[in-house]
């Protein structure tokens, strides 16, 4: 009777699994997840994954370690709720002068034009927005908690590492057909956008560059994984049949990274494989391991000089200390900095940065700024001290649930799966430090379950490990 219900258990989990694997791989097909409707199919899919989990996986199948990231997802979400939620004047006026100002003249010009003076009296300059970010930020963080269920098991993660790199796969063929004849439509649909750039089904080719890097660094893993194994197979043939498939996957997704242009995800893809290969030193306490990130980052960029320099590398070439975008960016992170100081608390909210912006912005900086180009500092300005900290509390349980993993995971393949996640996670902080990709759901959402799925490995006790 035990050996059924188990039965039972296993395929419920593999079941939910697989939708989970799916519905991720999807979610970058439609312009990343940003358009209204792909916004709701997250939120529908997530919370039905996340009420199959719970009635399907035994309370224990998520430790509590890898919670940590959809926890921290959905404690912005929650405070998000909080900055839409209408609140008595005397509290916004106390807590958030700034938006107590704004209503209060908003008030008196409905009133002077006849109109109704009614405000709300929120912590949210915009707080229909901020509902609708906040939704789809518990959906990623639902999809979180799923793949922290699915991830103590092997076979959970190797169905969600095949969905990532499945899903890198479609958009670098994607990309490549549209790439060869400078298509400006993606899905027959007009949009703007360099089309002399890989960019997959993204707008913006930036944003791909950030789900190829968390597949740099899964495939990076697999790379570690296989040459551990393969140094138990006595057939050469054998070898290269575990080494070869892994090594032709990193560098299709490294050239694939570089033609997008993306100059941030270029350095971040690279910083992501050195921290790689500083962890492997780390792990192994052999120093001379630590030059495997920087063999890796030659090889990669070796390859990409073999297929087109210019394609590949043509624009970080380029880049000037003095062109226009780089100046550009430099101030709106300094007006980004004075934004903070009319909201430090609680932020202007969540998904307002677009309606906070324009009280900064001076004429001669023209254009409207949806983001800052920094998610960071977007952060820091939407969300407050309060959401901020939540973020850096967050990240900071994070990676050391990863060290833990990679130190103590009881099978090389789980200290992979934990190698994978270090070097998304490293790759993805250096690239938010000058775009905003994270506000794709789609590369929010894998980057949480990558990193729960990792924090999910089971680890052998300290001693056993010592």
């Known amino acids: 009777m035990a050996d059924t219900r188990d039965r039972a258990r296993r395929r419920a989990s593999f079941t939910v699994t697989v939708l989970l694997a799916a519905l991720a791989f999807w979610l970058p097909l439609p312009f990343g997840s940003v358009v209204v409707w792909a916004h709701l199919v997250l939120q529908l899919g997530a919370f039905l994954l996340l009420a199959m989990a719970a009635l399907a996986l035994p309370a224990a199948a998520a430790p509590r370690r890898a919670l940590v990231p959809a926890a921290a997802v959905a404690s912005l979400a929650v405070l998000a709720f909080a900055q839409a939620a209408p609140w008595p004047p005397a509290i916004v006026r106390t807590l958030s002068p700034e938006h107590a100002r704004l209503q209060e003249q908003a008030a008196r010009g409905l009133a002077a034009a006849g109109s109704p003076a009614h405000v709300a009296s929120t912590f949210s300059l915009a707080p229909e927005a901020t509902r609708e970010a906040a939704l789809t930020w518990l959906a990623v963080a639902a999809c979180g908690a799923v793949a922290a269920g699915v991830g103590s098991r092997r076979q959970g993660r190797r169905v969600l590492f095949a969905a990532l790199l499945g899903a890198a796969a479609v958009q670098i063929g994607l990309g490549t057909a549209w790439l060869a004849s400078r298509s400006q ?9 360099d089309p002399t750039r890989l960019r997959g089904t993204f707008v913006n080719a930036d944003h791909l560059a950030y789900l190829l890097e968390l597949s740099l660094a899964g495939a990076f893993a697999w790379v570690w994984w296989a040459l551990g194994r393969a140094r138990w197979e006595s057939a050469p043939e054998r070898r290269v049949l575990l080494v070869a498939p892994p090594m032709l996957a990193w560098v299709t997704v490294f050239v694939a990274l ?5 100059r941030a995800g270029l350095i971040a893809g690279l910083s992501g494989t050195l921290a790689q290969g500083l962890a492997v030193a780390s792990l192994r306490r052999r120093l001379r391991l630590g030059l495997s990130g920087l063999l890796a980052a030659a090889v990669g960029l070796g390859a990409v000089a073999a297929v087109s320099v210019q394609q590949g590398l043509g624009r970080w070439l380029a880049t000037s200390q003095y062109e226009l975008s780089w100046s550009d960016r430099q101030q709106v992170y300094a007006l980004t900095l004075q934004l903070f100081q009319h909201y430090p608390l609680l932020g202007s909210g969540l998904a307002t940065f677009r309606d906070a912006f324009p009280a900064v912005q001076p004429p001669e900086l023209a254009g409207a700024y949806w983001h800052a180009h920094n998610d960071y500092a977007e952060l820091l300005a939407t969300m ?4 901020t900290l939540l973020a850096v509390v967050a990240a900071g349980a994070v990676v050391r649930g990863l060290a ?13 799966a934990a190698l994978a996640a270090a070097g998304g996670l490293a790759a993805v902080a250096v690239h938010s430090c000058l775009d905003f990709g994270l506000s794709m759901p789609a590369n929010a959402a894998w980057l949480v379950i990558l990193l729960s799925a990792a924090l999910a490995v089971p680890l052998l006790p300290r001693s056993a490990r010592a």
Request: no cysteine.
């Open 404 to 416: 833990r993993s990679l130190e103590r995971g009881q099978r090389s393949e789980d200290r992979a």
């Open 384 to 387: 407050g001290v309060v959401g």
């Open 185 to 193: 439509s993606i899905w027959g649909i007009a949009v703007a956008g």
């Open 258 to 262: 570089a033609f997008t242009g993306s």
